[in-house]
C-alpha cells in the first residue's frame, strides 16, 4: 500500500507537517526516556548485568559468557551495555543503549505503519508507543527487551516491504534482523516462526496465482527462492545457539501452574498496562484496537494475518506453556508494536469515518481532510493527558525510591513507590499480575468465612487479624496493608497479590478453627487463635 492522498499527505505541506509531528514525537520519547535515566540505582537483574560487564575484559569473554549464565540468555543479550559501559559501569551508561533501542523501535514503527497504511497512520502508532510508560519503563532497563524489540521490528518491517513491494535486496536486513533478535532474547524464534508461516503462503499463493497478481512464472520463482534463502541463512546462523535454547527449555526454573488465562479481564489488564491507561482511556484503546482489528482483517491479505500472529503468537505460547524467570511474560512487550500499530490504524479509521460524514453533510473538501485531522488530533490529546499523570507519577517514583527492594510488600509497607513496582515490571510482580489473574479460587458463602474471623499471634511474634469484608476474608498483620484472601478449599486461603503466600487454617476436635499456619517464600510459622 501506499500513502494515502488524504490530509495533504502528498503536497509538500502535508508532507512538512508531518516531520514536524515526527520530530515532535521523537523529541517527546527522547525526554521521557532520558530525563530519568538514571534517577534509580540498578535493580537485581540490571545488577546482573553490570556483573557480567565488569566481568568481561573484552568482546570475545562477553560471547562466551551469553548462554552460559545463570539466565541462559543469548549473547548478544549483553552487547549494548558492554559496549556503553565497559570499565565505566554508571546506571545512565548501561541503560543508554536500551534507551537507543527504544527510541529506534518508534522510529521503526512509524515506518511500518506508513508501509502497512498510510505515514499519519505509522505517527499516530509511533506516538501511542512513544508515551506508553510501560515502554519508557523497558527503555529505561539495562536489560535485552529493547534491543529485542527493534530487531523484531526490523525484522517485520523488513520482511512485509518484500512481500508487498517484492524488492529482494529487502530480504538481507530481515535475514540479519532476524539473525540478531534469535541471538538477542529466545522468544525471537516465535517471530521467526510466525514470518515463515506468512511467508509459505505467500509462496503458496505465488505459486498458484502468479498471473493473477501480475508476476510471470519466473518472477514467482525468483521471490520464492530468494525468500527460501533468507530463512535458510537465518537457520543455520541460528544452529550453534540450539544447545542453549535445549537448556532453557529443560531447565528446572518453570513452574507448571504459571500459564496464562487468556480471559477477557487478563487482556484489559493487558491493555491497560500497555497503554499507560486507566478506566476510560483503558476502554479507548480497546475500542480503538477493535476497530483497527476490523480494518485489518478487511484486508484479507497474508500480511494482516501477519500483523495478528505477530501480536497473538507471545500469547499464545504463555498460555500452552508453564513460563518461569527465564522465559517470563516480560517478553510479551515483543508484540507491543503490533498492538498500537492495530489501535493506530482503528483510531485512523474512526477519523476517516469523521472524514467521510463531513463530506457527506456538503462540506467541501478541505473540510473533510481537516475533520480528519481533528479527530486525529481530539484522539492524541485523549490519550496523551491520561500518560502525562502516570509519567508524572513514574517521575515521583523514581525520586522517591530509594535503594531498590525487589518485594511489592516491603516498598507498600514502607510508602516507597518504586518505579518499577509503579508499571509492574519486575519479576516478582510480573508472576503476581499473572497468578492474580489466573490462579483459580472457589466460592464459600460468607457465613463459612465467619469461621475463621479472628486475631491469632504468631509465636514470640506479631498477630494477624482475620476479618470479613462483604464476600472476602481479609488478613492484616496490625499496622501493615490489608490483604484479601481466596479460598482454595474449605481450610486453605492463598493472597490475592501474594500468590506465593498461603493460608492454612487448623480445626480442633470440636470443628472450631484454633491455629493457622502461614506459609511464604521465607518459612512457615504457625498462629495461634485467641479467645
Known amino acids: 500500500m501506499v500513502d494515502s492522498p488524504s490530509m495533504g499527505a502528498t503536497r509538500p505541506s502535508g508532507r512538512w507537517a508531518w516531520a514536524t509531528l515526527a520530530a515532535a514525537v521523537l523529541l517527546l520519547s527522547a525526554v521521557w526516556r532520558l530525563e530519568t535515566l538514571d534517577r534509580r540505582p540498578l535493580w537485581m537483574d540490571e545488577q546482573f548485568t553490570e556483573r557480567v560487564v565488569r566481568g568481561s575484559a573484552d568482546l570475545a569473554a562477553l560471547w562466551k559468557v551469553g548462554s552460559q549464565d545463570d539466565y541462559q540468555h543469548p549473547p548478544l543479550a549483553y552487547l549494548g551495555p558492554w559496549l556503553a559501559a565497559h570499565g565505566v559501569e554508571t546506571p545512565a551508561r548501561l541503560r543508554l543503549p536500551s534507551v537507543v533501542a527504544g527510541l529506534a523501535s518508534i522510529a521503526l514503527l512509524a515506518a511500518l505503519g506508513r508501509l502497512l497504511f498510510d505515514r499519519w497512520t505509522g505517527l499516530f502508532a509511533a506516538f501511542l508507543m512513544g508515551i506508553s510508560i510501560y515502554h519508557v519503563d523497558f527503555s529505561q532497563e539495562a536489560r535485552p527487551y529493547m534491543a529485542g524489540l527493534a530487531f523484531t521490528l526490523g525484522q517485520y518491517l523488513s520482511l512485509f516491504g518484500f512481500l508487498l513491494r517484492g524488492r529482494r535486496e529487502l530480504l538481507v536486513p530481515f535475514a540479519a534482523c532476524a539473525a540478531a533478535a534469535l541471538y538477542t532474547y529466545h522468544l525471537a524464534l516465535l517471530h521467526v516462526g510466525v514470518a515463515a508461516g506468512v511467508s509459505v503462503l505467500q509462496v503458496t499463493d505465488w505459486a498458484r496465482n502468479a498471473e493473477r497478481r501480475g508476476l510471470t512464472a519466473a518472477d514467482a520463482k525468483a521471490r520464492c527462492v530468494a525468500l527460501g534463502l533468507a530463512f535458510l541463512a537465518v537457520a543455520v546462523v541460528y544452529l550453534p545457539q540450539i544447545p542453549s535454547l535445549v537448556g532453557l527449555l529443560s531447565s528446572r526454573g518453570a513452574i507448571p ?150 518485594l511489592p510488600e516491603v516498598i507498600e509497607a514502607h510508602d516507597r513507590l518504586c518505579a518499577d513496582h509503579l508499571v509492574l515490571n519486575t519479576i516478582y510482580a510480573e508472576h503476581q499480575f499473572l497468578v492474580k489473574s489466573l490462579r483459580k479460587g472457589i466460592a464459600l458463602e460468607p457465613g463459612e468465612l465467619d469461621a475463621f474471623l479472628g486475631s491469632y499471634a504468631f509465636d514470640g511474634g506479631p498477630s494477624i487479624e482475620i476479618t470479613r469484608s462483604g464476600d472476602r476474608l481479609m488478613a492484616q498483620v496490625p499496622g501493615r496493608l490489608q490483604y484479601e484472601l481466596v479460598p482454595e478449599s474449605d481450610t486453605r486461603f492463598f493472597y490475592r497479590v501474594l500468590s506465593e503466600r498461603t493460608i492454612t487454617f487448623e480445626r480442633g476436635a470440636d470443628g472450631q478453627i484454633e491455629a493457622l499456619v502461614l506459609d511464604s517464600p521465607g518459612g512457615s510459622a504457625r498462629a495461634t487463635r485467641q479467645p
Open 257 to 406: 501452574s504459571h500459564v496464562l488465562d487468556v480471559s477477557p479481564r487478563f487482556v484489559h489488564e493487558l491493555v491497560q498496562r500497555w497503554g499507560s491507561g486507566s478506566g476510560w482511556t483503558t476502554n479507548l484503546y480497546e475500542a480503538a484496537f477493535a476497530i483497527g482489528a476490523l480494518r485489518l482483517a478487511a484486508r484479507r491479505d497474508l500480511v494482516a494475518l501477519g500483523v495478528l500472529g505477530w501480536l497473538a503468537g507471545p500469547v499464545l505460547v504463555f498460555a500452552c506453556i508453564p513460563f518461569s524467570k527465564y522465559f517470563d511474560i516480560r517478553f510479551l512487550i515483543s508484540a507491543l508494536p503490533a498492538f498500537f500499530l492495530v489501535a493506530a490504524a482503528g483510531v485512523d479509521g474512526a477519523a476517516r469515518v469523521a472524514g467521510l460524514l463531513a463530506a457527506r453533510v456538503g462540506f467541501a473538501e478541505g473540510a473533510t481532510a481537516a475533520a480528519r485531522a481533528a479527530t486525529l488530533g481530539a484522539s492524541a490529546v485523549a490519550f496523551l493527558v491520561p500518560a502525562v499523570g502516570l509519567y508524572r507519577l513514574f517521575r515521583v517514583a523514581e525520586r522517591r525510591c530509594g535503594d531498590f527492594v525487589n
